[in-house]
């Protein structure tokens, strides 16, 4: 057999004996380059940029607006709604600004580094293992570390509000500490799903909190993490006319304060005909001519 004829029948060969013998075939070649997503969040300084002027626009906000005299919540009161949205009055209860964690105030490179590479969807039991592990494979959102330590010293409290497990509270914790966010302690300035009967949704830890603090900002990368209401609206077309008309579309920026995730997430919704109006459309003229 010449060498060029084995060298084109080496892997007929490799596949054959797999087949005959039961050997597992060799795993797939990882992919050329993350997803697109990825490599914009992790990756791009565009990114960065749109985090640091949120979490520059929050502390303005607090420091010029809010931390000397807040008179009135930004948590929506019971039984408001987004059309017609109502806050409660602060009282005497100290200030406080409450964030999400997860690619809010760090970032899962570890994580979504696996999923890209292997070519995964995300899977529960994986996170919850990332959860008690990948501390030492986050990173600090770019902004985030200045800002609350510029909040803390101002006499305002950081206080967490995710849905990671309460289960694992101990390794939240750690994982906020050692990207420089922290301090986390669960109960006091850290809440997680399970802390309460109402799972993921995060309006009853939102009270809880309200109940002792006047929040002066909330700050998310999911409209969860701003109101559960949000979750109650089906349409995609209905969800952005509720955040972006009315007395809400005042939020953003004064009180409320969004950061770009688009990875995974309650924005990653929609087909052609909810994301693309029919009177929005356009098609190549050469396309049309070629037919």
């Not at 004996?17 to 997803?35: D, K, S």
């Not at 289960?167 to 300035?189: F, K």
Request: charged share 20%; glycine share 10%.
């Amino acid at each position: 057999m010449s060498a060029v004829r084995a060298a084109l029948l080496t892997p007929v060969l490799a596949l054959a004996a797999c087949a005959t013998t039961g050997a597992p075939e060799a795993a797939p070649a990882p992919p050329a380059a993350p997803p697109g997503a990825t490599q914009f969040l992790y990756g791009s300084a565009e990114s960065a940029a749109l985090s640091i002027q949120a979490y520059q626009g929050l502390v303005d906000h607090v420091l010029r607006d809010r931390a000397g005299n807040p008179q009135e919540s930004v948590v929506l009161a019971p039984g408001a709604t987004l059309a017609a949205p109502s806050f409660g009055l602060c009282g005497d209860r100290k200030p406080a600004v409450v964030l999400d964690a997860d690619e809010t105030v760090i970032l899962n490179v570890g994580y979504q580094y696996y999923d890209a590479l292997k070519g995964h969807s995300f899977d529960m039991g994986r996170w919850e293992r990332w959860e008690q592990t990948g501390a030492t494979a986050i990173s600090p959102v770019p902004g985030a570390v200045a800002a609350l330590t510029a909040l803390r010293k101002a006499g305002v409290t950081v206080i967490f509000n995710t849905n990671r497990s309460a289960a694992n509270a101990a390794w939240t914790a750690d994982a906020l500490n050692r990207a420089g966010v922290g301090p986390a302690v669960h109960g006091e300035t850290l809440f997680l799903a399970g802390d309460d009967a109402m799972g993921t949704r995060k309006d009853g830890r939102r009270a809880t909190i309200a109940a002792k603090y006047c929040v002066i900002a909330l700050v998310g990368d999911q409209l969860g993490d701003f109101s559960d209401l949000f979750a109650a609206i089906p349409s995609v077309a209905d969800r952005r006319a509720a955040a972006v008309s009315g007395p809400i579309a005042r939020m953003w920026g004064n009180g409320w304060f969004v950061l770009p995730n688009p990875v995974y997430g309650s924005g990653l919704k929609g087909g052609f005909d909810e994301i693309f109006p029919a009177d929005k459309r356009w098609t190549d003229p050469a396309d049309e001519g070629a037919n």
